[in-house]
């Protein structure tokens, strides 16, 4: 059982940190620099909704060997110190004169040695959250100590789950899983979308969620337009189709899919769509292997939905998943990013109905030795119809 204050057990956290330390060994990094929420979360278990409030930076130094170290605002020592971190530094943050600047480079400074080397995440889907012009000083500060790219060492190490993290992302589906089954309850022909979404909202509260981080979705005659846009006041009508998307949150985990539902009886092209969305995702459990590429599972997807006779649509078809919403790597057809056991992912296929109409299958996995395992409850075969 996990330790008082902390998700998973402490051996979890050193695991994790002892695995970045590999890599940041075989890269020649001697420290590494934490900044965002999801990162921090991942070596600290400082898990907090605090982190909406931009007004302060959050810094945690991973050195070569040894325990992290979080040098962090005053506000957040009593929840760090939960977890199983021992060494917190604080400042009574935010200070417009220096707001943790000093104490981060006197903390880099006595964790690398003059001359080496700081890892920091620079690449895609990774940001700096802190002030550029607060970024600026410390570089100089620290010299002639460098700052390098890190991507790869935490991409590398994070996109591999544990089975205590696996069981929280099932644990995130099944809560899903619950609200979709009572979708029923509060989606029918006459009622506002934004209602619905509200109501959507509230169901996967009422089953379970810490919290929910993202609903979207869409509804229009024989498909919506996207999946994006805010729901508005409009009415849900006979022959629309309507498509719930969620992120809900459980113990700082995600889970992203999504289901669609026929409002009265669907028209063909809608019916034809789901069925080809469904075959696409079949194909795709049953051939996806650890080794193939993310390009490939494009691939697979985009060449079952042209053998169903259906039109993909533009976009990533999938991504992986875990403590953000959506993690590397994309299922485009550049992205070449090996896929590996442990790793979990969303199946997205889309199909364009018409040029202004679509429609979106997701599901959630994790892929095993002998292929994938579902994580949400597969969706129905046939499009469920709201009457």
Not at 70 to 99: H, N, Q
Not at 226 to 231: E, F, Q, R, T
Not at 373 to 381: I, T
Request: some cysteine.
């Amino acid at each position: 059982m996990p330790e008082a204050g902390l998700i998973f057990p402490r051996d979890e956290f050193r695991g994790r940190v002892n695995r970045l330390q590999s890599h940041m060994q075989a890269a020649q990094i001697d420290a590494l620099l934490l900044t965002t929420p999801a990162d921090v979360f991942y070596v600290t278990d400082f898990l907090t909704r605090f982190w909406e409030s931009p007004a302060r930076p959050w810094f945690v130094v991973v050195p070569a060997t040894g325990d992290p170290v979080a040098v962090i605002p005053a506000i957040g020592a009593e929840l760090m110190g939960r977890g199983w971190i021992s060494d917190i530094r604080t400042w009574d943050a935010p200070d417009p004169v220096d707001d943790g600047v000093t104490l981060l480079a006197d903390t880099i400074a006595e964790l690398v040695p003059s001359g080496g080397t700081i890892g920091l995440p620079m690449g895609l889907e990774t940001h700096l959250r802190m002030p550029v012009q607060d970024f600026t000083r410390l570089t100089a500060l620290i010299v002639p100590r460098r700052i390098a790219d890190a991507t790869a060492i935490v991409q590398r190490t994070r996109e591999i789950k544990s089975e205590g993290e696996i069981a929280k992302i099932r644990a995130a589906c099944a809560i899903a899983d619950r609200a979709f089954a009572r979708v029923p309850e509060f989606a029918q022909a006459g009622r506002p979308l934004n209602h619905v979404f509200r109501d959507f909202q509230i169901t996967l509260l009422q089953e379970g969620a810490d919290w929910v981080s993202y609903v979207a979705g869409g509804a229009g005659q024989g498909g919506y337009g996207d999946v994006i846009s805010p729901a508005t006041s409009a009415p849900l009508c006979d022959g629309d189709i309507l498509m719930l998307d969620t992120g809900a949150v459980r113990e700082g985990y995600f889970c992203d899919f999504d289901r669609n539902y026929a409002i009265g009886a669907p028209d063909d092209a809608a019916r034809r769509a789901h069925a080809a969305l469904y075959a696409a995702t079949d194909v795709a459990l049953n051939t996806l292997r650890p080794g193939m590429t993310a390009a490939d599972l494009h691939r697979i997807l985009t060449d079952a939905l042209r053998a169903e006779g259906a039109t993909p649509g533009g976009g990533r078809l999938g991504h992986g998943l875990g403590i953000t919403l959506t993690e590397w790597p994309s299922l485009t057809a550049k992205d070449t990013t090996v896929l590996r056991e442990g790793m979990v992912l969303t199946l997205e296929p889309g199909v364009q109905i018409t040029p202004d109409k679509i429609m979106v299958h997701e599901e959630n996995i994790v892929l095993r030795a002998e292929g994938p395992e579902l994580l949400s409850a597969r969706a129905p075969q046939e499009l469920p119809q709201l009457d």
